[in-house]
């Protein structure tokens, strides 16, 4: 397999097998290393130079020679590696706050243990062209790959995908997918599979007893699609809420609007018999469940909550049972992508697709009896 990952175990052993051929023949070629090594020529090159600062070669026009003086191979391979900076990746997430820490955790460990910086940036949900930020991040002189997570519910965002697929920086998109246009190939990306997330969701109220569950999602949200397609597929498989769904859209939680939309949200929920909500984020479904026990609701008796995000979920009293995406294995899984492209361009596009875990807390139980009336307020 030519593709090859740049971590301490195999740069190690690429180091031992130049150095065994300098010390059988006197001398190594390019050509016949890139084919006995099977990495990028970026990735030789950046070997020899490094082996040419520690004294153990010369480079010469198509090759390397043995440096004078050079330690014995023994000597050689026994000894650490050396930190290695191998060039920088560019970043660019909508948020800094919430939900994308964690991710970029995950991307900085990653990051750290192949020798590589992150140039970071947060933008906004609002941001609508993000080319003219990822075209100051490129400009650094050592920016070696592009990791990015557009906002792909603009005018612009085929516009940015496009310039990301002619930009000739390796790019991977994390926790959004797209296709290039007007071919319509897939782009490099790793993602949450929010879907699956949504089932588990539903999956678990349906063990626990209850027929009648709503959805409840962000607005502003691109996971929101793939949440909701995940759990109407399961609700249909599962025979869940017959003909009285209840799905509603929270406007932005720092709107005025947000606590009469909350407030008619959960007026539908108790018209409807609902007894068993999933709310996509955090914040939504603590919102959500002040307001059921300001109204003498009993959170999970007469109503069960699922989060979807689990930023914060824990936290909450009631402690929320979440959804909760495996942040810092995108990020790590991001960057492994982008490494692997960047030392093999011409390898099959890879898209990631990760499942994420249910965490079951304080805030779902089987459903109690029926509650008549919603209690006035």
């Known amino acids: 397999m030519t593709d090859q990952l740049q971590h301490p175990l195999l740069a190690a052993k690429r180091r031992e097998l130049v150095l065994s051929a300098l010390a059988r023949d006197g001398v190594v ?3 016949q290393l890139l084919e006995e090594l099977g990495v990028a020529p970026v990735t030789l090159r950046r070997d020899l130079a490094q082996m040419e600062r520690e004294g ?3 480079r010469v026009h198509g090759g390397a020679v043995a440096a004078p003086g050079a330690p014995a191979l023994s000597d050689v391979v026994a000894a650490p590696l050396p930190d290695v900076d191998a060039g920088a990746i560019a970043v660019l997430v909508p948020s800094l706050n919430y939900y994308w820490p964690g991710v970029v955790q995950g991307m900085k460990a990653e990051a750290r243990r192949l020798g590589l910086r992150l140039l970071l940036r947060g ?3 609002e941001l609508q062209d993000e080319r003219p930020v990822l075209e100051r991040l490129v400009s650094t002189e050592d920016v070696r790959g592009i990791i990015v997570a557009p906002n792909t519910d603009t005018a612009h965002a085929q516009e940015v995908i496009q310039w990301l697929h002619e930009c000739g920086v390796p790019s991977v998109l994390v926790e959004r997918d797209a296709v290039s246009y007007p071919e319509g190939a897939p782009v490099e990306s ?7 997330g949504a ?12 027929t009648r569950v709503g959805l409840v999602l962000s607005r502003n949200s691109p996971t929101s699609r793939k949440i909701s397609s995940g759990w109407h597929t399961a609700c249909a498989e599962l025979g869940l809420t017959p003909g009285r769904a209840i799905e509603e859209i929270l406007p932005d939680r720092t709107s005025a609007e947000f606590p009469s939309v ?12 609902t007894t068993g909500l999933l709310v996509h984020s955090d ?6 469940v002040d307001l059921a026990l300001n109204r003498g609701i009993s959170v999970p008796d007469d109503l069960s909550i699922i989060a979807y995000d689990d930023e914060v979920a824990h936290l909450f009293s009631p402690a929320l049972t979440a959804v909760s995406p495996p942040r810092a294995t995108v990020g790590q899984a991001a960057v492994d992508l982008l490494n692997r492209r960047i030392s093999s361009p011409d390898r099959p596009v890879h898209r990631v697709v990760i499942s994420p875990s249910l965490m079951v807390r304080e805030s779902t139980a089987a459903p109690g009896e029926p509650r008549g009336d919603a209690p006035t307020r």
């Open 123 to 125: 933008a906004s949900y």
């Open 199 to 210: 089932v588990l969701a539903a999956r678990h109220l349906a063990a626990l007893g209850h």
């Open 56 to 58: 153990l070669l010369s």
């Open 262 to 273: 909350v407030d008619h949200t959960l007026d539908a929920v108790l018209r409807s018999g």
């Open 29 to 31: 070629r390019v050509s």
């Open 283 to 288: 914040p939504e479904a603590m919102a959500i």
């Open 190 to 196: 790793v993602v949450t599979d929010h879907a699956l």
